[in-house]
């Protein structure tokens, strides 16, 4: 052999020897790295939404335990999947999981709770404790009380613990002995090694000491992508982590306004920062305070978190500069419950460059006094430093909560709001007086517990199920409420439709777990073999039955007219859109029937119809001012949820009057997603589509260019809120050219300062002038040509807010008016579900009263 030859085939033997004992002397080789990802009560385990393996936990069971596994008896369609919610291990008495784990590793670990009815078990018996190693994670826990207090379906506790020198974990749950029959329960287990993540973070308030977090287990609380989208595990830097839009936390109507790092900037992570730290799409995105200096020298951009008191959080602030490139640009304070964190931030000066990720970690101690059971964060400019721009920015904020000296994580379980509970005692009170033949209609907004905050949804919820407890046995046959389908049970028949071949193929896995299937049989039957009597309506669909199902609930029954443009598309979108949707101001689709050639739909009955019919050409008394201001925040509420609530951006693309249905109680409801589009991802402006809508409503920018943004809903609407006020079509050929179009019209009146003359005759001198002006200046601000121009749905439902304390204080207490629209906007997006993206205006000037106005004024010099 070669001596070169020989030397090289020995270096590079060396090396591998080298690297494998680095390797294992890291502790990170295959068997010491492996995961635990379990699926408990299951005996197979199964793949989540997401194509997450779970493996089922009855290895790690003993054969004598004292231990059962059930089936939840009915699905919330939040749930993000089947698996592992819909299976869980039930314990009588203490029961200890073991584990074998690497000894010098972190551990994550996860907890998952879905608190349903199990084997006739009351959820609300379940108190247990959850005990790993010497820490106690959970006590006295309840799960369900701990859901319907956040009005969450199901609940993720996650832990981060020290690595545990012997290499063997164990996770005791305990049933608690203070309620009698109580039982412990958990749906799903993961255990993933990570890297030591954290470091000694300062302690607020005490500049020469710091909190040795490296030597703490902890409990993540929060976890956000501040000013950017809801990012899943399976896009997380490699830790399988869940990060969360920020907007639910803001406080206020001031929530600044987002941005996204140029295509043209490139975000490089140092040595510093590793990139497991956290995902690009954390540092892309960011949050600031706005272009007016004036503006934000009177505010401070604020986050608020309610959190267990008596305990230490540590708080990880992520930054990344890709606007500015220079020291003293834009520098800002860091406030914790009021105390300085960190006086003259300046992100570039941290990184030394733009687009280069850091982050930085404070500790703060939440005591036990009345009112101090939340952690404020405030970002403020450092008007004392004079930077070129008086502004703030952050890109991501993580809370941990530090274990007490004890080994202690477990706070109390949390207590639900008074207006959760005087609202469910209604709901309770009104249902309990009405029959099964009561002409009342369905429920509106059917599921609750979105995995976030959105309050009424999860009042829907928690009563939906009361009323339903007894329904899941079907007068029909089919089952549950919502009943699950595998592959086996899903419909495999061929259907022509149009001419065209289809098969239940159109319906997602997820949606067809998510929503329920009902026979051609059903369907005939819930509509008399759908008696032309009972059509109460017709759109470019089909015809709308009202039905009947489960033996008396009224539901609205669409049925695909064969002719019918709208085709196998558009019932494949809806039923995809809508069953991952579930808010109070959209309507709820209970399922679908895809059988004999048939494409229908079923939703909430609206007994009041929809909002057009309220409006003109109908026999039917006209709407008060305040109803159709109310009606009109609640499908704002609606279509901001879609813009920013969901997992993605929503476009509705076909806003109009007919597209508003309105429940018995009149709450308005935003329905038909058939030409819904998912809006564009952090990498793109616009989704370039052919255009699709309705004429009179479409937005002339997506017209042009054939590209769609958001803000193409918030044109419709514009024309909407000018339908509302003039009680007229929004194209009438009758009339002369120059008013056909009624955004045209309305425009050109505004500008010449008549349009008092073309309001509805019903209304005049029913508005007070000043309310009179503000809904008129949002809806022709709806109405830019440009969408740039154009605000937010959460501008425009904040100025409806506005627009309607107007009208209620009509003797002129402005004050009074704004702080009651704040309130409403502020409860609105703390209620927003937590899988929402950003809803920050891109509108904001001087004489916007959202940037004006603010919750929080503060005296920079009184910090």
């Not at 609205?556 to 809508?578: C, D, H, W, Y």
């Not at 109680?665 to 997603?673: E, H, I, L, Q, R």
């Not at 179009?741 to 003359?757: F, M, P, T, V, Y």
């Not at 969408?787 to 402005?814: C, I, K, Y």
Request: charged letters at 20%; glycine letters at 6%; aromatic letters at 10%.
């Amino acid at each position: 052999m070669n001596s070169n030859v020989h030397i090289s085939f020995c270096v590079i033997f060396l090396s591998l020897i080298l690297s494998t004992i680095h390797v294992l002397s890291d502790g990170s080789d295959s068997s010491d790295s492996k995961s635990h990802i379990l699926s408990c009560g299951s005996s197979s385990g199964g793949t989540d939404s997401d194509g997450r393996k779970w493996v089922s936990d009855s290895k790690f069971i003993a054969s004598s335990s004292n231990s059962t596994t059930a089936t939840a008896q009915f699905q919330d369609p939040s749930l993000p999947s089947q698996v592992p919610y819909m299976s869980a291990r039930i314990f009588r008495s203490e029961y200890t999981y073991k584990f074998s784990v690497p000894p010098k590793k972190r551990l994550w670990v996860r907890l998952h709770f879905y608190p349903s009815t199990y084997s006739n078990l009351n959820s609300s018996d379940s108190y247990f404790a959850v005990v790993a190693n010497r820490f106690t994670l959970l006590n006295n826990f309840s799960a369900s009380f701990t859901a319907k207090a956040l009005t969450q379906a199901y609940l993720i506790k996650e832990f981060s613990l020290l690595p545990i020198q012997s290499g063997n974990l164990n996770i005791t749950f305990t049933p608690s002995s203070k309620h009698d029959g109580s039982y412990a329960f958990v749906n799903g287990i993961e255990i993933i090694p990570m890297p030591d993540l954290f470091q000694p973070a300062t302690l607020v308030g005490f500049s020469e000491q710091s909190v040795d977090v490296q030597s703490s287990s902890m409990q993540t609380m929060f976890r956000l992508n501040v000013g950017g989208q809801y990012i899943p595990a399976t896009n997380d830097s490699g830790l399988t982590r869940t990060w969360y839009d920020d907007t639910p936390y803001l406080f206020g109507a001031a929530i600044g306004i987002t941005s996204e790092a140029d295509k043209n900037v490139t975000i490089e992570y140092s040595s510093d920062v590793p990139e497991y730290i956290a995902p690009l799409n954390v540092y892309r995105t960011a949050r600031s305070m706005g272009p007016s200096s004036n503006i934000n020298q009177k505010y401070n951009l604020t986050w608020v978190f309610d959190v267990d008191a008596n305990f230490t959080y540590v708080v990880r602030f992520h930054f990344c500069e890709f606007q500015l490139s220079k020291i003293n640009q834009r520098v800002f304070d860091i406030y914790l419950n009021n105390q300085t964190a960190q006086p003259s931030a300046d992100v570039i000066a941290w990184a030394e460059s733009e687009g280069v990720p850091v982050y930085k970690d404070y500790a703060t101690y939440v005591s036990e006094r009345p009112g101090d059971e939340e952690l404020r964060v405030e970002l403020h400019p450092s008007v004392s430093m004079k930077p070129e721009y008086y502004d703030a920015i952050l890109n991501g904020l993580e809370v941990f909560k530090v274990n007490d000296t004890s080994g202690n994580l477990a706070g109390p379980n949390p207590e639900p709001s008074e207006m959760l509970l005087q609202a469910e005692a209604e709901a309770e009170k009104s249902f309990g007086s009405s029959g099964s033949n009561s002409n009342a209609p369905v429920i509106g907004g059917i599921a609750g517990g979105a995995a976030g905050f959105a309050l009424v949804s999860a009042i829907c919820f928690v009563v939906y199920h009361k009323k339903r407890g007894n329904v899941h046995v079907a007068d029909s046959g089919t089952g549950n409420w919502l009943p699950l389908y595998g592959g086996s049970q899903t419909t495999t028949s061929k259907s022509t439709i149009s001419g065209k071949s289809t098969a239940s193929s159109h319906i997602s896995t997820l949606a067809a777990g998510l929503c329920r299937h009902f026979s051609l049989t059903e369907i005939k039957h819930g509509t008399r073999n759908f008696d032309e009597t009972q059509i109460i309506g017709v759109g470019g669909f089909g015809k709308v039955y009202k039905g009947i199902i489960d033996g008396g609930t009224k539901v609205a029954i669409k049925r695909s007219n064969p002719s019918s443009e709208q085709g196998v598309n558009e019932f494949q979108t809806e039923i995809e859109m809508l069953s991952k949707l579930r808010h109070k101001h959209l309507v709820s689709l209970i399922g679908f029937c895809e059988e004999e050639g048939e494409m229908i739909l079923v939703y909430d009955y609206m007994s009041n119809g929809t909002l057009r019919e309220h409006l003109y050409k109908s026999n039917k008394p006209p709407l008060s001012w305040r109803q159709r201001l109310e009606i009109c925040i609640g499908a704002a509420r609606g279509l901001h949820y879609l813009h920013t609530g969901a997992k993605y951006t929503i476009i509705h693309r076909d806003v109009k009057t007919t597209n508003i249905l309105l429940d018995e109680n009149w709450v308005a409801k935003v329905s038909d997603f058939g030409l819904s589009k998912t809006g564009p991802n952090l990498q793109q402006t616009h989704v370039s589509t052919m255009v699709k809508g309705s004429f009179g409503y479409l937005d002339p920018e997506y017209f042009r260019r054939q590209q769609l943004t958001e803000k193409s809903d918030v044109y419709s609407f514009g024309v909407v809120l000018f339908e509302v006020l003039c009680a007229r079509p929004a194209l009438d050929a009758s009339l002369p050219k120059e008013q056909v179009s009624l955004a045209d019209w309305a425009l050109h009146c505004r500008k010449k300062g008549i349009l008092e003359d073309i309001i509805d005759p019903n209304l005049k001198e029913r508005i007070n002038l000043e309310c009179l002006k503000k809904f008129a200046e949002t809806a022709e601000k709806c109405l830019s040509d440009h969408g740039l121009q154009r605000p937010s749905m959460g501008d425009v439902l904040w100025n409806l807010e506005f627009a309607l304390q107007l009208q209620e204080h009509p003797d002129g207490a402005t004050m009074t008016a704004e702080k009651k629209a704040n309130d409403a906007y502020a409860m609105h997006n703390a209620m927003m579900s937590i899988e929402e993206e950003s809803g920050a205006s891109e509108d904001m000037d001087d004489s916007s009263p959202s940037t004006v106005v603010f919750s929080q004024l503060v005296n920079p010099k009184g910090r």
